[in-house]
């Protein structure tokens, strides 16, 4: 987003207008933000867009494993169809999820642990018990795009610079809305009366049309930039509704958010937990003391591992921890239950469909994912990531007894929590359908729109190759005699201590824009 207003002092000369006090300062932060968020704009713009109709595009690119025709006859049993599923894997491989899904032509699906700590999807036809395929979840489509989404495919490095990529837009985006926004600037009339320029009282309906309406009959830089100008403002609540919202999920700063609002009963409320007493599942007496006797010879993450490939419901993992594709926000930091303790040990464990069947009376009845115990200490954990934040639910379930252990609803989060569930849920384009997915789409295009247009306004004002070695890339000149913009600098330390990374960077950012680009100019053309 760039101003509207004559901000070069060729044409300020010409029409005796003048720009305002720090236009240029916020004009090169401006510069800063966009230089470096603009490529990852337009990654997060993408692969957003693509995962907001992740419920339309799957279908079509997996109709055979997806897609099954509904049939008269019941489905079979979910512990049939999981051995089933068992079966067409190589032995050894664990299963750690179910998907659960009433939809009638939706296929059944497991995912197991295989060695080497690959995850592996199988569909079946629920109605006739049919392998129709397996996936490799890493690679999954929309699993793909998910990672280049958080993390540019680049692990935790990459998950850092998208980080710093949203918190970079923030200094973007306010920073074009302050620049696009109407001033009154005092003009002189051919007589030598004072008269309102285009941003003054008396033409201010036209200004304000001018400065939400792109100049269609300009041309080169003045077209560009009234676009560009045009649709940040328009775009500027959503695309900062969009970090916002997204900021909570990163995996740096997000993750000790969470952590610090779990903490302070902003996030899942410390009652969650039965008054912070451990949850405990029944355990076999001969299964407890072969545990028992494994962690006494320092061996019992070696037993653990021998009993579930992917370490699920270990000691000290937490919610965000298990095979889950979504888990809620505010139960990711929320410790997994464990069963170190025994007791009067049930005949059997208790199966897969004894779960499901207990889902229903609780009002859990689709669209929701079991992880499996992996481990003999182990619990059946359901996770149920609707659409509805106030439907959301994580159930934790004996898997011996069957004993509900914890009920986690919507009402139990904290303030913190209950505002980004709502937030996510818009985020992702679920909260009321395909118009929140459209919307969101139109967000996201526009930002990486947003993108582009300042690619073209850089370009068309860049500096002449023999002015190259002066001025650099092209960044703006510095005012002679900026203002103190106290609230401007507070703003930005603010920012710097709420998100220490930034700080870091916008650290290095003003040894830079001093250091390599500190020689004072004067005003060029914008």
């Not at 392998?131 to 958080?150: K, P, Y």
């Amino acid at each position: 987003m760039s101003a509207t207003l004559p901000t070069s002092g060729t044409r300020a000369a010409r029409t005796g207008g003048t720009v305002h006090p720090g236009y240029r300062t916020l004009w090169r932060w401006h510069f800063y933000a966009g230089l470096f968020v603009m490529p990852f704009l337009i990654v997060l713009a993408v692969t957003g867009t693509i995962y907001c109709f992740q419920p339309q595009i799957e279908p079509l690119l997996y109709p055979h494993r997806l897609v099954v025709a509904p049939a008269a006859v019941p489905r079979l049993p979910a512990d049939a169809l999981l051995a089933r599923a068992r079966a067409a894997l190589p032995p050894g491989a664990l299963p750690v999820r179910a998907h659960i899904d009433a939809n009638p032509a939706r296929s059944a699906e497991f995912v197991f642990a295989l060695d080497g700590g690959r995850k592996e999807s199988v569909y079946l036809n629920p109605y006739s018990g049919e392998v129709l395929g397996t996936l490799d979840v890493e690679r999954r489509f929309m699993q793909v795009d998910r990672m280049l989404h958080r993390k540019l495919l680049l692990g935790k490095p990459g998950e850092l610079l998208m980080e710093l990529a949203a918190c970079w837009t923030l200094v973007m985006i306010v920073t074009g809305v302050a620049l696009w926004w109407p001033r009154e600037t005092r003009e002189r009339s051919s007589n030598g009366g004072p008269t309102w320029g285009r941003t003054g009282v008396r033409t201010g309906v036209r200004t304000i049309r001018a400065a939400l309406w792109p100049r269609f009959g300009a041309t080169g830089r003045p077209f560009w930039k009234s676009l560009h100008s045009a649709i940040g403002i328009w775009l500027a609540v959503g695309a900062l509704a969009f970090v916002l919202s997204g900021l909570p999920w990163t995996g740096s700063w997000g993750k000790q958010f969470k952590a610090l609002a779990t903490r302070a009963s902003l996030g899942a409320p410390r009652g969650a937990w039965g008054g912070g007493l451990p949850l405990r599942s029944t355990l076999p007496a001969a299964q407890n003391a072969h545990i028992a006797s494994s962690a006494n010879h320092g061996d019992r993450a070696a037993e653990a591992e021998h009993a579930g490939h992917d370490m699920a419901s270990m000691p000290g993992m937490v919610m965000d921890d298990l095979p889950l594709p979504n888990v809620p926000w505010a139960v990711g930091a929320v410790p997994v239950p464990q069963s170190p303790e025994g007791g009067a040990p049930p005949a059997a464990r208790w199966s897969l469909d004894q779960v499901v069947a207990q889902m229903r009376p609780l009002g859990i009845e689709s669209g929701y994912d079991i992880a499996l115990p992996a481990t003999a200490t182990g619990v059946y954990v359901v996770s149920y990531f609707p659409a509805d934040p106030q439907a959301e639910r994580t159930v934790y379930i004996d898997q011996y007894s069957g004993k509900v252990l914890k009920d986690i609803r919507y009402a139990d989060y904290g303030a913190v929590s209950q505002v980004i569930s709502y937030g996510t849920s818009l985020h992702m384009g679920r909260y009321f359908g395909l118009a929140n997915q459209l919307i969101c789409a139109a967000i996201s295009l526009g930002i990486a729109a947003l993108a582009v247009t300042g690619c073209a306004m850089w370009w068309l004002r860049r500096p002449a190759r023999a002015e190259r070695t002066a001025r650099g890339l092209g960044v703006p000149s510095r005012e002679r005699a900026a203002p103190p913009m106290r609230a401007w600098k507070a703003g930005l330390a603010m920012l710097g201590v709420i998100f220490p990374l930034m700080g870091a960077t916008i650290v290095a950012v003003w040894l830079l824009d001093r250091l390599a680009f500190g020689r004072s100019r004067n005003l060029s053309s914008s």
